[in-house]
């Protein structure tokens, strides 16, 4: 690192920094890669963690419109898993030593608490397993169709056994670009602030970007600030995980004519290392998104964490992913080895196994 960005370099490391700062490491990306993979070095080593879990999408029936998605379908067409079927679908995963259940699902309009209160209720009962469900527009739709508020509704299915909530359905936090790729997704403030009330009442949740669509780099840096603020005030996330956008069968790819570059996979993992520092310590790589070769490459730009075997995944699938969707711990083991890391087995809030 050249003596012109070391005055910057300890600037970020002592957690100052500006977005003047990311979009002036974004245009030096040799600078930020390296900036990126000692701040990893410096807060996680060399270990390279993976969670043993499975995912649950229980329903593709949604009253959405999001212009990502290839997964939601109509009442009449669409499924709902029966209890029967999710329960089947748990054991299978813990007779495989998951330690974490991932459950979300399309915006079923029939659907009120109690039905997703049982869903965990019927879990946890049955199984030791930590339950990680529900992003903050299925808690939204949960509340809108029950008649109550988020925080009510959160505080119920703590209630029930729920362990932490995914920090997806953030997309790009900013409403005018929300208004074109997904119009009746909850707003940014509504997000946030129910984000920050599953903290307050003591459920963690992770955070996420889909980039890679109609946004531009300074949009995704103020995405990253964004989290990195909420991070600051709560302490509530677990981690950070830049999710891909997939472009096939959904009508915001007929909209978007390029591909992700793995130089904007590379600059995002990086930024998100480097602006979420120290707040933030877990950036995860999705497989899923990326695939595996270059899930692995991200490990050198910033990311400490491959995610979770997951076992089924048709969200990704339906849009275009081809990475598969299961990866086992032994592939875990072999692709962290073969960068020259350690692996390790975490649980969902990251303490290692």
């Known amino acids: ?27 030096n990306p040799g600078y930020l890669f390296q900036l990126a993979d000692e701040l990893r070095k410096e807060q996680k080593g060399d270990i390279v963690t993976y969670v043993s879990n499975r995912n649950i999408n229980f329903t593709n029936v949604c009253v959405g419109n999001c212009k990502f998605c290839a997964f939601r379908e109509e009442k009449e067409k669409g499924y709902l898993l029966s209890m029967d079927a999710v329960l089947s679908k748990v054991e299978e995963a813990v007779n495989n030593d998951a330690t974490e259940i991932c459950i979300q699902g399309g915006l079923h309009p029939d659907l009120t608490l109690p039905d997703y209160c049982r869903i965990v209720e019927e879990i946890k ?24 508020s988020e925080e009510e509704v959160l505080k119920e299915l703590k209630k029930a056994g729920l362990g932490s909530v995914p920090g997806t359905a953030a997309e790009i936090l900013d409403d005018s670009i929300r208004r074109i790729i997904c119009p009746k997704k909850i707003k940014t403030a509504r997000w946030v602030e129910i984000i920050k009330t599953a903290h307050r009442l003591g459920i963690p949740t992770t955070s996420t970007i889909l980039y890679g669509h109609i946004e531009s780099l300074e949009d995704r840096i103020e995405h990253i600030f964004k989290i990195r603020e909420i991070q600051k005030e709560t302490g509530g996330f677990t981690e950070f995980v830049p999710l891909k956008f997939m472009r096939k069968n959904n009508e915001l790819g007929r909209m978007v004519s390029r ?30 998104k990326l695939g595996v070769a270059d899930a692995q ?14 076992m089924e995944e048709s969200i990704s699938r339906l849009s275009g992913s081809t990475a598969g969707e299961y990866m086992s711990p032994e592939d875990f083991k072999r692709v962290i080895k073969d960068a020259g890391r350690t692996p390790k087995r975490r649980d969902t809030l990251y303490k290692l196994l």
């Not at 050249?2 to 490491?25: S, T, W």
């Not at 998100?272 to 310590?281: E, G, N």
């Not at 991200?298 to 997951?310: A, P, Q, R, S």
Request: overall charge negative; some cysteine; aromatic content about 10%.
């Open 297 to 310: 490459r991200m490990l050198h730009f910033g990311v400490n964490d491959l995610g979770g075997t997951l």
């Open 125 to 148: 009962s049955n199984f030791d397993v930590h339950i990680h469900a529900f992003s903050p527009m299925e808690i939204h739709h949960v509340a809108r169709n029950s008649g109550m």
């Open 1 to 27: 690192m050249n003596e012109n960005f070391d005055g910057l370099y300890e600037q970020i490391r002592k957690g100052e920094i500006e977005r003047g700062d990311a979009v002036f490491l974004a245009a």
């Open 259 to 288: 591909e992700v570059s793995f130089l904007e996979n590379a600059t995002v993992h990086a930024l998100s290392r480097v602006i979420l520092h120290p707040y933030c310590v877990n950036v995860q790589a999705s497989w899923v």
